[in-house]
Every structure is written in structure tokens, then in C-alpha cells.
């Protein structure tokens, strides 16, 4: 379970992140919504060690991991998805998914497991194209499956369904359930868009300046008034 306890982070004499405190636990989709601008992405880069928190905790599997760089918290079971599709664009898909395997021994880091293409089958078809030449919603199902591929326990997703279109955003939902109800991971979705996260949500967080304002369960979005709080 991801536990963080009043995170707070500073940024130009500004407060940033105050004093946020929420979990995200095994088995269910944590959406944290919210309008740009309001925080979201800085607390991602603050889970994942890329920008050090200035008090508060993260606690990941009940060890407190404030100090850990960001390979150690991807060792320790954490993937991260950042917005803008990140991938190697010079790289074949196969490779791209490769590079997903790091933390693994030699020997195992050579095969792409076969879950992967499972949840994607376009990407064993497109595997020796180069990351570059696909479409962008193809890009983001492969910078989905390269997290996936070392076989997370949390999955942390900044806005997968940017600039994507509808029939693919689709797809990436099915996924995104998909991974919950196994049951072994914990997901972290950040949005700006209520239909998609209303349709996964088994929690919701809602930010305003830095702040969480308003949490609850999904099924209780619409009559708790989460829409007007949110951008799209």
C-alpha cells in the first residue's frame, strides 16, 4: 500500500503541495482529479523521488522511502508514466519494451513477457517498428506496457488519455481495469477528465491549490458533485 502522510513541497517561495494525505491500495484505482495547474503532477514526481518533498511522508510496502533515488523505488515496485508519451522514439517497440525489464537479471530482462502483448495485441504486432512511427495512442499503450513490463505493484499514471483518441482511451481503460482486479496492484491515476475517471474510479482524490478538498468513493462522484470540481 502507498501511504503519504502531509506532503508539502515549495517552489519559488510558493506553496505547492499542502499537506497531502491519502493511500492508494492493492486491487483498486485511486483517481486523482483535478484542473491543470493544481499540484498533480508535482506530487507524481514527488512519489516517484524526482523531486525531493520538503516534509511529509511517503511510506511504499511500510517502509518510509523520503531518501530513495527513483531506480530504488522502480526496484522496489513502483512505475511511473509520465504525461507526453515517454518513450524511446529511435528504439523498436520490442526494445522499448525491453528497456522496461532493467531491474531484472541478464537473462530475463531478453524477453518481453507475454502479458504485455496480451493486454496490447498491437503491440506484438507493431514490435519491430520504431516507438517514433506510431500514433500517439499507440505510444501511450507502449509507454503503458514498458511500465508494466517489470511488473509493478504500483502503477502511477499522469494523464493517459491526453490527446488520444476515443477508441484508444477505451482500450486503455479496459487495461487499466484489467491490472486492478487481479488484485496484487495498486493504481494511481491522475486525470482531468470526470467520464474516464468515473468509469474506473474505485476512490477519488480531487485537488485544488495544492490541496485535496474533496475524497470518496467512485460510485459516489456524481451525487457527491465531483464534475464541478474538475476541468472536463
Not at 12 to 35: D, M
Not at 61 to 79: E, F, L, T
Amino acid at each position: 500500500m502507498l501511504q503519504v502522510s502531509e506532503l508539502n513541497q515549495y517552489y519559488g517561495g510558493s506553496h505547492i503541495l499542502r499537506g497531502l494525505s491519502f493511500t492508494a491500495k492493492p486491487g483498486e484505482i485511486t483517481c486523482l482529479l483535478g484542473r491543470n495547474g493544481v499540484g498533480k503532477t508535482t506530487l507524481l514526481r514527488c512519489l516517484m523521488g524526482l523531486i525531493p518533498v520538503k516534509s511529509g511522508t511517503i511510506r511504499w510496502q511500510d517502509n518510509v522511502i523520503n531518501q530513495r533515488k527513483p531506480h530504488q523505488r522502480v526496484q522496489a515496485g513502483m512505475a511511473y508514466v509520465p504525461q507526453g508519451r515517454d518513450i524511446f522514439p529511435r528504439l523498436t517497440v520490442e526494445e522499448n519494451l525491453l528497456m522496461g525489464l532493467s531491474r531484472f537479471p541478464t537473462a530475463r530482462a531478453k524477453r518481453v513477457p507475454e502479458e504485455i502483448y496480451r493486454l496490447f495485441p498491437l503491440l506484438q504486432e507493431m514490435k519491430q517498428r520504431r516507438g517514433g512511427d506510431l500514433s500517439g495512442g499507440q505510444q501511450q499503450q507502449l509507454a503503458i506496457g514498458r511500465a508494466l513490463a517489470c511488473q509493478p505493484q504500483l502503477l502511477i499514471l499522469d494523464e493517459p488519455t491526453e490527446g488520444i483518441q476515443p477508441s484508444v482511451i477505451k482500450e486503455i481503460g479496459a487495461v487499466i481495469r484489467q491490472l486492478a482486479q487481479r488484485g496484487d496492484m495498486a493504481i494511481l491515476l491522475v486525470e482531468q477528465f470526470y467520464d474516464f475517471a468515473a468509469e474506473l474510479a474505485d476512490s477519488y482524490l480531487v485537488m485544488s491549490r495544492g490541496e485535496i478538498v474533496q475524497q470518496g468513493r467512485g460510485d459516489n462522484m456524481q451525487e457527491e458533485g465531483v464534475r464541478g470540481l474538475v476541468a472536463i
